[in-house]
């Protein structure tokens, strides 16, 4: 384990005097330690803490501690343990009671897996417990019903499963605040009645369902319970009179199944800061009292079926800094907003028409966010001259969109300084040009050279770029002054001392012999760094024009996101204007060759070419080729493998994060034959900037993945529903066996997947799609009902399409048993 640096001590001092080290009043024995953040690494020595028989408080958090020792577990007179933001992998030890004075503990942000232990119940005393952002599963145990003290509990972004204990709702009389976000609880009609105290609740991104009449109780001040599936009309909460909605500050409904009119149930919420109703399933309605909320800062009524004019009324709540109608059915004009604190308006996608205020247009300069998209707006206003409007709008005034570009209205650059901005780009362009031809003949000069050289790499210290590489399709150049000068980051080992010149021999000098694949972002190949690091190393070639330390802080945050379904980020190179990003290697190959590529019954690595899988009680196992992708219950496993890993993605990571480019050449298999989503993160890098708005501009879509709001890019951008749609798609390949576009469609020649097999589905005729060779491997009306998800994931509206945190729960529902 490596060692905090020596500044923070003095070692000729006592260690009572240590920083960071508390004693008891004779000094003879230490009771608190607290070394968070001070650069802690691997595994804790065995006989180190665990000889500190009377501490009571110790703080490790914020440090690289990959496990603890055996002894860890004897530190019977603790009562605080905070262990956050660590890389503690495996199993919570059951060991756990042996703490039975702990009053709190904190082990979020970690990497522990399997169920949370039921021995937690043995924690009598437990006031805190955080459990939050790890890879815990199975259900909540029973024996946490035991843990009565309990005033916090956050088990959010875990992969918990199952329903609650029960009488979960009663056992916890003074809980303030609960957290079960971003699992996938599915219970029915949750109670909370017994919890009187509870003051804060979460349970948002699950697979909740029924009515929402049971959680609307005690003193609740925030309540969280989007993203699920409850049900009903919204006004029979008023039906239950124990709740007091005066305390009510935050509420977000947003993302279920609730009807009914949105409004009756807010007659007493004046302090109400923020509301999202969002996405549900609102009868049509006008636009109801909201200037009645006066304390409103935050208001989503996106897609809530909202009808009539906007009133001018809502100009009343002085307070409101983000307002969100987008995707309603408003008419009429926007009304004289004087909202001084206004940050965030959204009023796309309705029939709006007229001119936008005055007042309002002169506040955009000062907005973070707008979009005025796909109204009827006619942009007349006087006393603005026809250069205004077009530079402070983009697309037609008569068709799809017309938004405003935040960046338009700030301060234009100074004209001397546009022409010397030009001069120097043209003077670039000519050196760039000139350069390209040195290195074409240059190349092809010294390509014989270079074959004797790569296997002398590491011995030569004085060779020297820019390196030169070729693949199939492209030419790619890092350019670094010598290969050794430029570092490697690996997460996990940041004491090795790896170099672009390991990096040059881990792949033959990046060989085509060790080329994997060439992908969108660039080629991929495979090496051996040393330590025997088995990887998949993916240049980044094509064009990301972020600075060096804003790509490196980008690909810093990628590498502590972790999944059980993502592909590992195992560090990064920065080469010259090259992103080098080095992943863990999936040695089982990705989707698109298993399904289409290659023969099935064919391994696409020599490693594994006598290797063969069949299934058995726990899943599938190395023992037989003729299997691989030839059962219906794989099949499923990798489709619910790739969900989980997207809303993780989606509902996981905060702020959420769209892949952008989901497609089955994306998801890998590892060594276990677990299923691994690639890629994620990487379209922001290719973006001009951590805080540029065209970061998010829209992808280039592959062949037969492209969703349908897509044909007119200028009205959208990549959201969460464009990456379901591509799920439906790569949903569609594993049931069908057949590509997205060029396969045989016999009914239509003209057709692609997509169209293919909705059309199917609407007459009926699923069953014609499913791949003859896993018909009779399972349960037909699973897979016919599998073809139905993928129909609701290819919806044309991205509005009708679920969240993936709805499809775990639908594709769990069909899972194949376990044979018995």
Known sequence: MGLASSQNYNFSAPVCLWQGVFCDAQKEHVTGLVASGFGLSGAIPETTIGKLTNLQSLDLSSNKITALPSDFWSLGSLKSL??????????????????????????????????????????????????????????????????????????????????????????????????????EIHDRDTDFAGMKSLTTLNISGNLFQGSVIGVFQGMLQVMDLSKNQFQGHISQVQSNFSYNWSHLVYLDLSENLLSGKMFQLLGETQNLR??????????????????????????????????????????????????DLSANHLAGQIPSLSLKNLNVLDVSLNNLSGEIPVSLLERLKWMERFNFSCNNFTLCASGFSPETFQSAFSGSLNSCPIAAQPGLFRRKTNRHKSLALALSFSFSMVCLLAGVLFLAFGCRRRSRTWV?????????????????????????????????????????KPLLNITFADLLSATSNFDRGTLLTEGKFGPVYRGFLP?????????????????????????????????????????????????????????????????????????????????????????????????LLTTWRFRHKIALGTARALAFLHHGCFPSIIHKDVKASNVYLDLNLEPRLSDFGLAKIFGSGLNDETAERSPEWSPGYMPPEFSQPECDSPTAKSDVYCFGVVLFELITGKKPVGDDYADDKEANLVSWVRGLIRKNQGSRAIDPRIRDTGPADQMEESLKIGYLCTADLPSKRPSMHQIVGLLKDIEPKTQQ
Request: charged share 15%.
């Open 82 to 183: 905070n262990l956050s933001c660590n890389q503690i992998s495996g199993s919570l030890s059951s060991n756990i009671d042996n703490f039975g004075l702990l009053e709190t503990i904190d082990l979020s942000s970690n990497n522990f897996s399997s169920e949370i232990p039921a021995a937690m119940g043995s924690l009598n005393s437990l006031q805190v417990l955080k459990l939050d952002r790890n890879g815990f599963q199975g259900s909540i145990p029973l024996g946490v019903l035991n843990c009565q003290s309990l005033v916090s509990l956050d088990l959010s972004l875990n992969q918990l499963s199952g329903s609650l204990p029960a009488g979960f709702g009663a056992a916890f009389p003074k809980l303030k605040s609960l957290n079960l976000a971003a699992n």
């Open 452 to 492: 004797v050289k790569q296997t002398s790499l590491r011995e030569e210290q004085d060779v020297s770029g820019p390196f030169s590489f070729q693949t199939d399709s492209t030419t790619w150049v890092a350019d670094v002054k010598q290969a050794n000068s430029v570092p490697v980051v690996i997460f996990e």
């Open 274 to 323: 923020f509301l999202d109703l969002a996405y549900n399933g609102f009868p049509r309605q006008k636009f109801p009292p909201i200037e009645k909320l006066t304390s409103l800062e935050y208001l989503n009524l996106s897609k809530t079926n909202l009808t009539g004019h906007i009133p001018g009324k809502i100009s009343e709540l002085s307070n409101l800094h983000t307002l």
């Open 531 to 627: 330590g025997g690091i088995h990887v998949a190393v993916k240049v980044l070639v094509h064009g990301s024009i972020m600075t060096d330390q804003e790509a490196a802080r980008e690909l810093e945050y990628l590498g502590t996101i972790k999944h059980q379904n993502l592909v590992p980020l195992t560090g990064y190179c920065l080469a010259g204007d090259q992103r080098i990003a080095i992943y863990d290697y999936m040695e089982n190959g990705n989707l698109q060759n298993l399904l289409h590529d290659l023969p099935l019954s064919g391994q696409t690595t020599e490693d594994c070419s006598t290797d063969t899988w069949e299934e058995d009680n726990n899943g599938i196992q190395n023992v037989g080729s003729e299997g």
